[in-house]
């Protein structure tokens, strides 16, 4: 199995395990996590990625 095989394997069991988790992931994360695979991005690339965007949401809330 390939790097980008894994890597998608792995996103989609994640998917599943939210969704048991009774919170599935929406059609944004989705893709973002589509653009990772797509792009083989690093674990600390997407770590940073999303962290970036939990600060921006983050920040934009507290704005309101």
Do not use: C
Request: proline share 2%; hydrophobic share 45%.
């Amino acid at each position: 199995m390939s790097d980008k095989d894994t890597m998608r394997q792995r996103t989609l069991e994640a998917a599943h395990l939210q969704r048991i988790e009774g919170n599935p992931l929406d059609a944004e994360q989705i893709a973002m996590f589509e653009m990772f695979d797509r792009e083989g991005w690093s674990e600390e690339r997407q770590l940073a990625y999303v962290l970036a965007r939990a600060r921006a949401a983050a920040a934009s809330e507290a704005a309101e």
